[in-house]
């Protein structure tokens, strides 16, 4: 968990360091704010052995609402939440899971991976290796039979 953690973490910071409105000593304070803050969190809800389980609760959210998270952090370096809002994109999403670290910037974003390892070997081989690889499971099953309704001026 320590490396999906601290990879989210420095992903954050870069993006405030890119801001150039921050010190180093801010940075790192708030990076080891977030660190001890999302481990805290994720706690009890890392699954090693099925890396999806718990994947919602440990999604790290900015969509018109600053995640409680990094705000806690924020406020930890004199940060206000309106502040951190102007300093971060509007609108993104993290996946901190076991194995595995994802981002998205925007709701249409491409998902982009930060961090990847390959899980130990399983008992079950039809289990998928990632929560990305179950969305692709998922996709690739047929699709259920719909009708369209087409709407001309």
Known sequence: MKTEVSTAVNFITKLLRGTGLLSEEQLHHFSLSL??????????H???????RGSGYRCIRINHKMDPLIGKAALTIGLTRQQLFSLLP??????????????????????????????????DP??????????????????KPFNMMTVSS
């Open 35 to 44: 660190e001890e803050a999302l481990g805290e969190h994720y706690q009890h």
């Open 46 to 52: 890392w699954f090693p052995d099925a890396p999806c």
């Open 90 to 123: 509007s609108e993104l999403t993290m996946w901190v899971d076991p194995y595995e670290v994802c981002y998205r910037i925007g709701e249409d974003g491409s998902i982009c991976v930060l961090y990847e390892s390959t899980p130990p070997p399983k008992m």
């Open 126 to 143: 039809s289990s998928a290796d990632s929560c990305k690889e179950e969305l692709r499971i998922v996709r690739s099953s047929p699709s």
